[in-house]
Each structure stands twice: as structure tokens, then as C-alpha cells.
């Protein structure tokens, strides 16, 4: 079959008839279905439950070095903690802070204490008359929500499979010393599912900005969610940490990450790897704001996981899971999509989303259509800053949550949908 765009003009209303019959009996359905986050299934968080008895003697409630986790203390987190923390973040325990639930809420944190209080020393950021971050796109939603709260400028810079471009990265933080970050999702990206190269892992390193309060926000989110085990030395990076000391630049990275998508999503630990200096500067704020995070918790996960091989272990169950739902959207798209050939997609080896471009100028539209027939996605534009995709192309697929049925139906609606949006342009 011919591309679309080859398609005379009759051809394509013949087309649009026959997908407004399809689409009307799909309407019929009656659907309900949710694809618009990257949550976990049920089966997922069955793979857990042990964590619940895990702490049911007296004695699992007293750390090694005699702490009772019952009771108040311990800012950073306790010793065990930053131990199992350490070896899945790959850094040492003295750069290591446990904080509670959620890395996005460590980050914001973070934001939040420059806006008020500055880093180490600097004037805070809102005192400044203009703050700035960078945010390669497309990118984590959220990530560009909290820049949003504080009122930061964003400004894009394109991603490619080896990471942001690091070109225009590395002229803009020299050249502009208002420009205060960046975010990174160094491992399979969200939304595309990209993984930094090595060389893209040492420019950030070795980055010159000219503001001294210039820090990479480097989101480690999925550093272990590896769809396929045979991916795991060969997705493998740089650890950003240690390359920074190696380079001089100690100071320049944030790096967070934490087990909500191991065990329990909002039920998990949650912490940040950066330099001593950094953590010195940290704990001066965090020393008021709180006494010290659920250590019951920390000890929990502690039992259960045991170490960094525990945590893979479970891993692995984990992509027997999701495995089988990445690849029916793959098929899907190529035996559906691929004939348009206005289209693409990534395909991803790990992490809990995989990216789809559109037809410039369709996005939106696709993404009501499936709306209307009860398939929700997430909403077009929500992986650029102020939900602005210039070429109204990008929308993230979350395949995680559904069943494998209901996954297949909606990606039936899904493509339906891409397919008439996209005659519907080409007649317009």
C-alpha cells in the first residue's frame, strides 16, 4: 500500500469512510480504559507483598548499630539504608541522603531550597531577576511542573538516542549565568526510552557554566528497570558522581533516584547521591525541616531487598511482566502504523514508556479521538515545557498499567485513531 501522503484525494475520503465505520463501532464499546501514566499493575505490586511481614519481631525494628527505628533521629537515614541506597546508585555511603516516599519530592526540595535559601552560599534564586533551566524534550512532565510552581524560564533542548544535545548545553550554561539547570533522565529516557552515551555522560561532567549554583537535576528513575536481562551491561553508564570528582566539578550534580517502581509506587525510599560539600549545605535546611524520615520504612526495605542483587532479582520478575506488553505495542505499530509512513515511534529496552510521533499537527487531535472512544492517554504536549510541542507530533505511551487484553484494545483505538487524524490532515 501506498504512504499516505502519496494517497490522491478520493483515495483518502474512501479511507476516512471506512475508519469512520471502524471508529463508530468502537465507540460502541463503551471503553474505559486509563493509559495516561506510567503506573505499575496489580501483578506488579503483587511481586511485594512480602515487604509488608517482613518487620513483624521486635527485634528487625533495631538497626546494627543499635538504633531503634521505632523512635526519633538518624537526619540522614540510617546506616543500612544508605548501604543498599549506595550500591544501587553505584556511590559511596558518605554521599548518600535517604530522604522519604519520592525522588520527585527530593527534587523539588532541592528547587526549593535554592529559591529560598541559595546553594552554598550563592544569592537565592528568588532574588534573582531572572532563573532559567534547561529541559531536553521531549521530557518528564513533572520535571517541568515544578520549574512551572517556581516561575523558572524553561527553555528546549532537543533529545536525541545519545542524550540531549550537548553542543548547544554546553555554549548556553557558559555563556548565560542565569541559567541555573538542567534536568536528565539519563536512563531510559522518559518518554522515548533513550539512554545517555558515555560521551554525553562526560561533557555533562566536565560542563563550564557560568553560574556557580549551576546544577544537573540527573533523575535517575529507571537505572535497574531493564526489559530485557541481556541489556543490563550493555544499557550500562557512566556513573555521573565519581566522573564529576574525577573531573574537578564534585559540586555540579544532583543525582536522585529511589524504589517506587520496585516495590510500592509512593511507599518506597527515596534519596539523593552528590558531593559532601553539597550535603553539608543540604542537612543545614534539613535539620529544621524534619527530625528524620521513616526509618521503619528504610529498615523494611533493608530486610527485604538484603542488596543490590535482591533488587535485580526482583527486577527481573518485573520484565517478565512488562516485556510481553512493550512488545505488543511494537507489533501493533508495525503491522497497523507502518504503512502511513508520516509516523515513528522509539523502541525502548527498558524504563515504562515508549514515544510516538505523529504527523506534525496531529497529536492533539489523536489524543481527544481516543478520548472520545474512553481510551485515556496522556495529554499532547505534556512532554514539553508549558505543554507546548512545537510540532504538535509527540504523545507518550504507557503500556504499563492495563492488562495485556485491555491493552489491545486500546491499541486498536489507538491506531484507528492515529490513522484518521492523520487523513483528516492531509484532506485539511
Known amino acids: 500500500m501506498k504512504r499516505y501522503d502519496q494517497l490522491t484525494k478520493d483515495e483518502l475520503n474512501n479511507l476516512k469512510v471506512d475508519l469512520e465505520k471502524e471508529i463508530a463501532l468502537l465507540k460502541k464499546l463503551n471503553l474505559k480504559l486509563d493509559m495516561s501514566r506510567g503506573k505499575p499493575c496489580k501483578e506488579q505490586l503483587d511481586l511485594s507483598m512480602d515487604l509488608m511481614s517482613v518487620l513483624d519481631k521486635h527485634s528487625n525494628l ?61 544569592t537565592p534564586w528568588s ?60 536512563k531510559y529516557s522518559n518518554p522515548d526510552g533513550y539512554t545517555y552515551s558515555d560521551d554525553t555522560v562526560k561533557r555533562f561532567a566536565r560542563l563550564k557554566p557560568k553560574a556557580k549554583d549551576f546544577r544537573i537535576f540527573w533523575d535517575n528513575a529507571y537505572t535497574v528497570h531493564h526489559l530485557y536481562e541481556e541489556r ?9 558522581l565519581g566522573e564529576c570528582e ?13 524504589t517506587s517502581k520496585i516495590c510500592f509506587p509512593g511507599s518506597g525510599i527515596a534519596s539523593i547521591a552528590t558531593s559532601v560539600n553539597n550535603i553539608e549545605d543540604i542537612k543545614k535546611h534539613l535539620k529544621i525541616q524534619t527530625i528524620g524520615y521513616d526509618k521503619v520504612n528504610q529498615l523494611r526495605h533493608v530486610h527485604y531487598f538484603k542488596n543490590l542483587l535482591g533488587i535485580k532479582s526482583k527486577m527481573i520478575e518485573h ?15 508495525d503491522s497497523e502504523l507502518s504503512e502511513i509512513g508520516l509516523v515513528k515511534w522509539t523502541k525502548p529496552k527498558g524504563g515504562y514508556f515508549i514515544s510516538f510521533y505523529g504527523m506534525n499537527g496531529t497529536a492533539k487531535d489523536i489524543v481527544k479521538k ?25 504523545i507518550r505511551i504507557a503500556p504499563t498499567y492495563p492488562s495485556t487484553e485491555e491493552l489491545e484494545i486500546a491499541l486498536n483505538v489507538f491506531t484507528t485513531c492515529v490513522k484518521y487524524c492523520t487523513v483528516e490532515k492531509l484532506l485539511s
Open 62 to 122: 533495631i538497626c546494627k548499630d543499635g538504633t531503634d527505628c521505632r523512635n526519633y533521629g538518624v537526619l540522614g537515614g540510617i546506616e543500612e539504608a544508605k548501604e543498599l541506597l549506595a550500591s544501587f546508585m553505584e556511590n559511596k555511603i558518605e554521599n548518600i541522603l535517604i530522604y522519604g516516599n519520592s525522588s520527585l519530592n527530593v527534587m523539588y526540595t532541592m528547587v526549593m531550597q535554592a529559591w529560598i535559601f541559595g546553594i552554598m552560599g550563592n
Open 127 to 186: 532574588k534573582l531577576d531572572k532563573v532559567k533551566f534547561l529541559c531536553p524534550v521531549p521530557g518528564y512532565d513533572r520535571h517541568f511542573a515544578i520549574c512551572e510552581e517556581f516561575g523558572i524560564e524553561m527553555i528546549n533542548v532537543p533529545m536525541s538516542e545519545i542524550g540531549p544535545d550537548m553542543d548547544m548545553v554546553e555554549k548556553l550554561v557558559s555563556e548565560d549565568d542565569s541559567i541555573k539547570g538542567i534536568w536528565c533522565v539519563p
Open 246 to 258: 574525577a573531573v574537578g566539578n564534585p559540586d555540579i550534580v544532583y543525582k536522585f533516584a529511589s
Open 232 to 240: 543490563e551491561k550493555h544499557d550500562h553508564i557512566i556513573e555521573i
Open 319 to 333: 520484565a517478565k511482566i512488562l516485556r510481553p506488553k512493550f512488545e505488543l505495542v511494537l507489533k501493533a505499530f
Open 370 to 394: 481516543c478520548a472520545e472512544l474512553g481510551v485515556k492517554l496522556t495529554d499532547a504536549g505534556a512532554t514539553y515545557p508549558y505543554h507546548k510541542d512545537p510540532n504538535d507530533s509527540n
